[in-house]
């Protein structure tokens, strides 16, 4: 099993900045990626982005050039840099990890952004 734990969620204004962090324990050593998706009221769960264990990115094109996905391999943590944000961009952000059959996944954190 691994366990995944979100921060840094809150309350903030439109053109404002964020940074989420997802660490991860637990046996690290079977996930290969990690990432984020995000929920909004009444809309389904989607892809925000996503890293692997050797850096390689994947973003949705709706943050391309706002968010930016990194980790720290020593701490097993991930994070989610969000500049821009939209009012649009409110949601409940999921840290998850993909393996075999399923993923694993954080509790999330609540980002509001305010107009």
């Known amino acids: 099993q691994v366990q995944l734990v979100e921060s840094g969620g809150g309350l903030v204004q439109a053109g404002g900045s964020l940074r989420l962090s997802c660490a991860a324990s637990g046996k690290i050593y079977s996930i290969n990626a990690m990432g984020w998706y995000r929920q909004a009221p009444g809309k389904q769960r989607e892809l925000v982005a996503d890293?692997?264990?050797?850096?390689?990115?994947n973003y949705a094109d709706i943050v391309k050039g706002r968010f930016t996905i990194s980790r720290d391999n020593a701490k097993n943590t991930v994070y989610l840099q969000m500049n821009s944000l939209k009012p649009e961009d409110t949601a409940v952000y999921y840290c998850y990890a993909p393996y075999g059959p399923g993923n694993y996944w954080g509790k999330g954190t609540l980002v509001t952004v305010s107009s």
């Open positions: 890293i692997t264990n050797s850096g390689s990115t």
